[in-house]
Nanobody
Framework: QAQLVESGGGLVQAGGSLRLSCAAS????????MGWFRQTPGNERDLVAAIGWGGRNTFYADSVKGRFTISRDSRVNMVYLQMNNLRPEDTAIYYCAARPRYSESYDTWGQGTQVTVSS
């Protein structure tokens, strides 16, 4: 069973930075597009950023473009989300997820990590 484990969340002041990490198996990483989602109470889980299985194609939600960077390191089987210039509206639970090649949906999820940005 594939597993994803997030870390790196916490409390930060507006304008600060955090780096989220997601540990995955080598198999999952090599066969999947990896994404970071976030969710606030009462709302759906939204895709924030994604990176293709080859590591070259990326996607960012408009709200985070220019501030967040997604990356993956196959040597250590990790996916990262570098978050800079954080805003209070970035406060959410952040989830790492995997979407297998040739699939339209993310089918493996981590447990989530809380990010809180104070104003």
């Amino acid at each position: 069973q594939a597993q994803l484990v997030e870390s790196g969340g916490g409390l930060v002041q507006a304008g600060g930075s955090l780096r989220l990490s997601c540990a995955a198996s080598a198999r999952t990483l090599s066969l999947s597009t990896m994404g970071w989602f976030r969710q606030t109470p009462g709302n759906e889980r939204d895709l924030v950023a994604a990176i293709g299985w080859g590591g070259r194609n990326t996607f960012y939600a408009d709200s985070v473009k220019g501030r967040f960077t997604i990356s993956r390191d196959s040597r250590v089987n990790m996916v990262y989300l570098q978050m800079n210039n954080l805003r209070p509206e970035d406060t959410a639970i952040y989830y790492c997820a995997a979407r297998p090649r040739y699939s339209e949906s993310y089918d493996t999820w981590g447990q989530g990590t809380q990010v809180t940005v104070s104003s």
